[in-house]
């Protein structure tokens, strides 16, 4: 299977295996028992966007606040968009991955 397929695909998210999952498109669902069923179901998380369009979701009661474009790179390996490599007032640059390879800076 290749990157560019439109299939949503979902792995569990560490340290939250059985109860969080994200996607290869950046959506994050949550697995627990709700009002009137017996089994587990998946439901969408609501995903929020800081002005500067940072995307971060809360895992858990005491999970705290989690980026997105982290939760992708730690999951599914993508690279991370520019603005996390970029100065603290450079960070406005829209969410764009990074498509060659990540290698370290010889800095």
Known sequence: MTEETNEELWKPIPGFEGAYEISNHGNVRSWK?????TLP?????????STNGRRSVQLGLH????SIEMLLHEVWEKPLPEYFHANREDRQIPL????????????
Do not use: A, F
């Open 33 to 37: 028992k709700w009002r009137g069923s």
């Open 41 to 49: 179901l998946p439901r969408l998380m609501k995903v929020q966007t």
């Open 63 to 66: 999970g705290g606040t989690h």
């Open 96 to 107: 764009v991955w990074r498509r060659d390879e990540m290698q370290e800076d010889p800095e």
